[in-house]
């Protein structure tokens, strides 16, 4: 049995490891915000663990490229990878520690053969949601202007910007605000595509099947009926040569 490059026994190895650190990531990003109340000790702790897993998926990165044979085409061919490792450095906003971590999420996630689209398009609607609702809230919750003071309105407007549906009874009135809007409708759209998509294909390898199976069926049903035709000549010559004899 061919033995597996150290790449990707590495990726194999720490799969679910960085799985679990991302789900610790999403728990102290909404710590602070769900309890507004906080003190800053456990601000500081979950900014910590913030920081702590994007290290870790950083060392990941790191380590994949280390383990490479091809560095330089490792880098073209995870440029995206990349990006979301230096987006945090580039301004130590919260915000950029989501995205950057959320990216990160979907690349290793999407390199995990076992994991069916369906399952990855779940999970990547609650993040979303989830993330969205979050970092709307923190951003909008302080605006003398917002209507979207509390998980309740934020979660809620999160559903209706995905759907792209736009009720308008909450929006925000923040810049970075909309950013996060514009982040949502696009990601709704872009899932919602996806999952067309899928069904899309689903019909037509449903119909393709259908057709090769029609085609199989009437293969034989031809074949058989030149059988017939052979048997049936073969009989005829046969009456012919006895008709002779007689």
């Not at 380590?63 to 990006?83: K, Q």
């Not at 990216?103 to 979303?128: D, E, H, K, N, P």
């Not at 970092?135 to 909008?140: D, G, I, Q, T, W």
């Not at 119909?207 to 009437?218: C, G, H, I, S």
């Amino acid at each position: 049995m061919k033995e597996q490059p150290a790449q990707v026994r590495w990726e194999h190895l720490t799969q679910r490891p960085l799985m679990a650190l991302a789900v610790l990531f999403a728990v102290a990003y909404a710590v602070p915000i769900v309890a507004d109340t906080a003190g800053a000790p456990l601000t500081t702790v979950c900014t910590g663990i913030e920081w702590g897993v994007w290290g870790a998926f950083a060392v990941d990165y790191l380590v994949r490229l280390s383990l490479s044979r091809e560095r330089w085409r490792f880098v073209r061919r995870h440029w995206l990878d990349l990006c979301a490792v230096l987006l945090p450095l580039i301004q130590p906003l919260r915000l950029l520690r989501v995205v950057a971590t959320l990216l990160l999420v979907q690349r290793r996630a999407r390199m995990a053969s076992q994991i069916r689209l369906t399952t990855y398009v779940a999970g990547a609607v609650v993040g979303l949601l989830m993330f969205g609702s979050l970092a709307v809230l923190s951003v909008e919750r302080d605006s003398p202007d917002g209507n979207i003071r509390t998980l309740g309105d934020a979660v809620w407007w999160s559903f209706t910007t995905m759907t792209t549906v736009g009720y308008g009874d909450h929006a925000p009135t923040t810049g970075l605000g909309r950013i996060i809007a514009v982040g949502l409708m696009l990601s709704g759209i872009a899932l919602l595509g996806v999952v067309t998509a899928n069904i899309a294909a689903w019909f037509i390898a449903r119909f393709e099947k259908d057709d090769v199976e029609e085609r199989r069926q009437t293969e034989a049903i031809v074949a058989l009926t030149e059988e017939v035709r052979a048997l049936r000549a073969q009989v005829t010559a046969l009456q012919e040569q006895r008709s002779v004899r007689h």
